[in-house]
């Protein structure tokens, strides 16, 4: 059995196994070298040599225990026609949503469009180095995407004001958002993938009243949809302030926490297996802190089904020798 599974199936508690959020990506030499010479980020992710490349990059270096395929969660929205572009230092930029050109999309347009990431799926996951390792396919929670596609760039940089006004229009965006991710999903574990994280990065922007609508709800019904697959399913609800009541609704096979939550909270409140927390700033420290970090979480955790992993992506200042050694702090806990 592949090491996630252990936890996520069997709910193993002596082992811990660890991967990285991001840990294809910017702090890597080898990663930055790939992307300067392909400015183009979206080709990039539909490059099915170079994909596969960079999302093995990490295990050929770190002993860590998945793969998650280097691709994005804005994948979708490119599927489905929209504009999508990386500026440097800015980060994603989308076109205008154009619903009526949206609707015309069916299925087969859509994975004309992004099967590339399929075949990369397919190389990484039968590659050599991942026989006994865990191969993750992802994509965005609808209310995230559904936050990119209407807000046509981070919300961190700025939240259109009107945002909420037009909620016919944002139910039913969700709706198509779910549709199409039903067939990412399904593609991607044919093509190899054999477990699903779903990546809620902006659950935290909404007030509690509208999770049910927003966040409960398109959740489960895809987390109903990859356990009918037979794949095991992890959420990522970051930021949200009641981690039990998400879990007791929608019901993962795993909880993905943020560096802002208490671990001990959680251990108290939440019953299926757990992953991660450990914020990425502390990479940026020192040894001896990150032992120290590292350990509170391997200490509350140790009689819980546990997937080391941190609160959010790895930071690209990080250095890898720090990888390195929170890794050895993991394996030799
Ligand atoms: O190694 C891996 O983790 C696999 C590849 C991966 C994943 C899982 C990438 C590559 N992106 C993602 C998920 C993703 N993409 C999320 C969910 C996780 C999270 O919260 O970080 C989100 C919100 C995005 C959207 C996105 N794409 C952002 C965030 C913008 C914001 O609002 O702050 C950014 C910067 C990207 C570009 C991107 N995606 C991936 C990489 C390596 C990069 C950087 C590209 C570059 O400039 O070189």
Redesign the pocket.
């Known amino acids: 059995m592949k090491p996630l599974n252990k936890v996520l199936i069997n709910n193993d508690t002596n082992l811990n196994p660890i991967w990285?959020?991001?840990?294809?990506?910017?702090y890597l030499p080898e990663?930055?070298e790939i992307?300067k010479q392909n400015p183009d980020?979206i080709n990039l992710?539909l490059n099915d040599n170079l994909a596969s490349e960079?999302?093995l990059q990490?295990l050929k270096r770190f002993d860590l225990d998945a793969a998650?395929?280097?691709?994005?969660?804005?994948m979708l929205p490119y599927g489905l026609g929209q504009k999508v572009a990386?500026e440097?230092n800015f980060?994603?930029k989308l076109g205008e949503l154009n619903l009526n050109e949206v609707i015309k999309i069916d299925e087969i347009d859509f994975v004309q469009k992004i099967h590339r990431i399929y075949k990369a799926i397919k190389k990484v996951s039968t590659s050599n180095i991942l026989k006994e390792k865990n191969t993750i396919g992802?994509v965005?929670a609808p209310w995230?995407l559904l936050v990119?596609m209407i807000n046509q760039?981070?919300?961190?940089?700025n939240l259109k004001k009107d945002f909420f006004k037009d909620e016919f229009l944002i139910n039913r965006i969700l709706l198509i958002i779910e549709k199409f991710l039903k067939i990412h999903i399904k593609n991607q574990i044919d093509y190899g993938a054999n477990i699903i994280?779903i990546?809620d990065?902006?659950a935290g922007l909404l007030d509690e009243k509208d999770l049910p609508n927003y966040v409960y709800a398109p959740t489960l019904n895809l987390v109903n949809y990859v356990k009918s697959l037979k794949v095991p399913v992890i959420c990522?609800p970051?930021e949200i302030k009641n981690y039990k009541e998400f879990c007791n609704i929608v019901k993962p096979d795993a909880i993905s926490i943020d560096y802002n939550v208490d671990p001990k909270k959680i251990l108290d409140d939440i019953k299926i297996p757990v992953q991660g927390g450990l914020d990425p700033k502390i990479l940026l420290t020192d040894y001896v802190n990150l032992k120290k970090e590292a350990l509170k979480y391997l200490e509350i955790f140790k009689n819980h089904p546990y997937i080391f992993n941190l609160g959010?992506?790895i930071l690209p200042d990080t250095n890898p020798e720090m990888v390195k050694n929170l890794i050895k702090i993991v394996k030799n806990y």
């Not at 990285?20 to 910017?26: E, S, T």
């Not at 998650?68 to 804005?74: G, V």
């Open positions: 990285i959020m991001r840990q294809a990506g910017r990663f930055r992307r980020f992710c960079i999302t990490p998650i395929i280097f691709s994005d969660i804005l990386f440097k980060g994603p992802f965005g995230t990119y760039q981070s919300p961190k940089k994280q990546f990065s902006w990522f970051r959010h992506g």
